[in-house]
């Protein structure tokens, strides 16, 4: 009974201190010092703190795929020594903030997908909000049929089903 009082009382702090922080962080302002690949930045505070970005809604090839490298130089162009603010939705199990980026208010998320550097990451849409889900369906499809970026390789693989190959 003491075991389960006791428990129960963790789970409801551990809870409450998820939801207070994530609630602190509904939005960040900085620098982009960094970045890592093609979804991957880190953001460096007023505070000087760092915060690593994975960008909602997207997911852009690996290093090592095809397209890697120039996603992640499309996206340095972009936004590196860039001031940022970040639309922050959760934390992820990796312990990144997961996002929106926005430079002087575009969306570098969508540019990402319409630029064809970055698949619309559907297994995560419903995270989206609607009109996002439907811009971000939108420009890839449109990336598609224009063959720009990824959608020039005839059969270019989703990071997805790449990092999957990788794990065998």
């Not at 940022?84 to 934390?91: F, P, R």
Request: charged fraction near 25%.
């Amino acid at each position: 009974m003491l075991l389960r009082h006791f428990l129960c009382v963790w789970l409801v702090l551990a809870l409450s201190f998820q939801v207070n922080a994530s609630e602190q962080l509904s939005s960040l302002q900085g620098r982009v010092v960094a970045v890592a690949d093609g979804d991957t930045v880190t953001v460096l505070d007023a505070d000087q703190t760092t915060h690593r970005i994975r960008l909602q809604g997207i997911d852009a090839p690996e290093s090592r795929q095809a397209f890697g490298q120039r996603a992640r130089q499309y996206l340095a162009a972009l936004v590196h020594q860039q001031e940022v603010e970040v639309a922050v939705d959760k934390i992820d199990r990796f312990d990144r903030v997961v996002g929106v980026i926005y430079r002087d208010g575009e969306d570098i998320n969508l540019r990402m997908v319409q630029a064809g550097m970055a698949w619309h990451y559907r297994h995560y849409a419903r995270e989206q909000t609607p009109e996002q889900r439907r811009a971000y369906a939108a420009a890839e499809q449109q990336a598609r049929q224009e063959q720009r970026g990824l959608w020039a390789d005839p059969n270019p693989m989703a990071p997805w089903d790449f990092r999957r190959t990788q794990r065998r």
